[in-house]
């Protein structure tokens, strides 16, 4: 198509058939609505030297990117703020104005109200440049990407960047399309991302030097075999039982907690009193297992149980020594205000070494004492932690419950309960093997109702108890429990009956490994007797130990036939209890395990608790200083290093909770989103400084036609076409036409002219440096 000037609006052809239309005076009227600077003889179009606005167009994408550079900064430097607490408090920058943290926050949303319009405007004015170069250069531009890159945010929902698309789809019209379909998606984007960044994040966040420069690890007066033991026997009883010349195990200093447990913290049972208090609200108000325990040190803990299958229940619970540690480390920060982490306003003290809790697995079934004639230990609903998996234990191993331990020691209406030791060989032949040995078996004999008679429930029960890699959380300020991940053990269970009336599909495997859970506990008599000692009294006549006492709070009499016996007993509600045998029976299976899993948990928690707890001030030339934090006083101690590599040790990252900047998900989004305009920015001035190296002839910049009003009155006084009035009849032709910038046929004016989108180049481009009138 031949290219002929020509004006696309009808009304403003008719009006421009006028002769006047190409004279200098006319051209003078245009040239006074670009606010360029003009004399007598014209104004330069296209200049190889920066004007008054170039410089502004740089200074708003140099003053955008700084910002997003300067907020990207914060997050990547993690720059922390203020703390939570001091919200109400007031900034007093001048004499007579201060603000608070909420005038700060409204002020940081009123800049990134004014960083999104910087943004907007530098992507609008690189979508500009690009328009303008095209418009005087041989290809010239569809008359709908024209007027769309006037309007960048718009480009998306345009009708007439489509059409445009329609008539001319080569590739330099599709790639300065996709450049404002870009930009158009980024205009729309940078202001939520301006807004999410600008803004500091309320949350937990590390502090980077807690500790002034010093790591204070931890130190627990227990080698590091005895914190975690996989055996319990007179090799590892707490130091109490030790002689202290000799090192030797003394077997009257062990009766100590058979005597007198609930006296001597350092005892297996010294925690009956918690799990007894639970029972008692479970039998009378069905209370979940969910117990707050309370160290010495006045730190709390969760000693929780969760129902697996029937008569399977798991328990889990922090070590005593990590709630008490941790405690006593809260409390030395605090006291001394030399340390940074004194005065956060709300810390939060985390583990970063690896710390390993009890996990204790229980699986009980009842039989009618009368029928244990070949009875064994049900182990189908318990995980065994192998590398390959969280299995059942292997079917074919079969442990056959003791003749004995059914035997009652009297017909009294009481609990019986005995232990079953699985590291004794029966006919010469070891009962279990490597990984498929559970740590321990008991036998509970309770007085029933069977079918409307008095008798017993032998429920034999098979324990697995093994350490779990657990985290240890310590808020001080908001609450004295350290809390920990194994608050729901079931998740660590693998179960495939439910206690739910809806069938559950069997889990995936998870080995041991990824649980961080390691081999069973191997549990000996003389530790298990030392959780289950005697000293509690039924009837006022028959002594009962403590898992007896226990299980007895679910024994009542019942009046049958004019006759009174006890029986185990549960209530539904309103003074109302079950009365089938085998509900009744299946229900003391599940408190049995219940109750063994949470005594035992709560046993092998007080292991180490006795050991002192030690923080390491400074390493220096082979030696450590240290104190003792047990104290209300921490004098200070110098040994060799390897003294203290014997003991256990945890290292603590404090934490406080406030407003800071920060990595999430959204906020790296954010970042991507600020990225995005950093980089066409770049891209930008890459091209330029390209053009100004490489191509200098064709570099040119211009701030004229920076709106679609000039382009308009430059169309009025350009001359009428017959490709303008074929451009009346239908929208899509119209903003498919080709416009251009060209010199008139005297060389010292411009007009616009229209063709189609492959028009033969012409030889009237504006030239660099020419003024045009």
Known sequence: MIEIGGNLEPEAAARNESPTQGSPAASKIITSTTKEVTDDRGKVILSRF??????????????????????????????????????????????????????????????????????????????????????????GIALGLLMSSFDTPANIL????????????????IVFSLLLLFSAILSQLVGPASAGVMQPSLD????????????????????????????????????????????????????????????????????????????????????????????????QRTLTADLIANGTA?????????????????????????????????????????????????QCHAVVATETAAVSFLTDQLTNYTDSGADRYNPQM???????????????????????????????????????RPSLGAVAKIPGWVNGEKSFYAIPCIIDARWAASSATYQPIISDIVLSNLSSPAALANS?????????????????????IGDAIQIGLNWADALNPLGYYFAQTQNLTSIEAMLDTYVRYIENNDTSYAAFTVGINNNTYLNDTAQLMQAAANTTATILSLTIADGL???????????????????????????????????????????????????????????????ILDVIVLFMHISMVILYAGFHLLYVLCFWDKWWLTDTWNNAAEFIILARNSSRTEVSRNAEKTKSSLWAQNIKVRETSGGDAMELVAGGPNTVPDVRLLKTGTKYI
């Open 314 to 362: 798991i328990a889990a619970t922090h070590s005593n020594w990590v709630i008490r540690m941790f405690g006593l480390f809260a409390l030395y920060v605090k006291h001394h205000s030399n340390l940074t982490a004194s005065n956060f306003a709300l810390p939060m003290y985390t583990s970063t070494d690896p710390i390993y809790a009890p996990v204790v697995q229980v």
């Open 605 to 667: 928690s007080r292991l180490s608790d006795g050991s002192w707890n030690m923080v390491v001030l400074d390493t220096k030339n082979g030696n450590v200083t240290w104190t003792a934090i047990d104290f209300d006083f921490y004098s200070t101690n110098s040994s060799e290093a390897s003294f203290m590599k014997q003991f256990t040790s945890i290292r603590v990252q404090v934490s406080r909770y406030g407003w800071a900047y920060g990595w999430s998900a959204v906020i």
């Open 398 to 436: 079969s442990w056959p419950v003791p003749h004995e331990a059914f035997v009652l020691r009297n017909e009294l209406d009481a609990v019986q309960f005995t232990w079953v030791d699985f590291s004794k060989t029966q006919d010469g032949q070891q009962q279990t093997t490597n990984m498929w």
């Open 50 to 139: 920066p004007l008054t606005g170039h410089l502004l167009e740089w200074l708003i994408h140099l003053v955008a990117i700084g910002i997003s550079i300067g907020i990207c900064l914060l997050h990547f430097k993690k720059v922390y703020w203020t703390d939570e607490s001091t919200l109400s408090k007031k900034w007093r920058w001048l004499s007579r104005v201060s603000l608070d943290l909420n005038d700060v926050i409204k002020a940081l949303q009123f800049a990134a109200k004014a960083h999104e319009i910087l943004m907007v405007a530098s992507i609008g004015a690189i979508v500009l440049y690009f328009a303008r170069r095209r418009l005087v250069r041989d290809e």
């Open 204 to 299: 937990w966040w590390n502090a980077s030097d807690p500790y002034n420069g010093h790591i204070l690890p931890l130190h627990l007066s227990v080698r590091n075999g005895g914190t975690y033991p996989l055996a319990l026997n007179e090799t590892n009883w707490p130091l109490e039982t030790y002689d202290p010349n000799s090192n030797k195990f003394v077997l009257e200093n062990a009766t100590e907690c058979l005597v007198a447990a609930s006296s001597n913290l350092w005892c297996p049972a010294y925690g009956f009193e918690a799990v007894e208090t639970w029972i008692e609200s479970n039998y009378e108000d069905h209370a979940t297992p969910n117990i707050t325990v309370t160290g010495t040190g006045g730190t």
């Open 158 to 173: 345009s009708s007439k960047l489509w059409l445009a698309l329609g008539f001319d789809a080569s590739w330099k019209t």
């Open 496 to 516: 495939t009956d439910s206690t739910s009336t809806s069938p559950k599909p069997k889990p995936k495997a998870i080995s041991g490994q990824q649980l961080g």
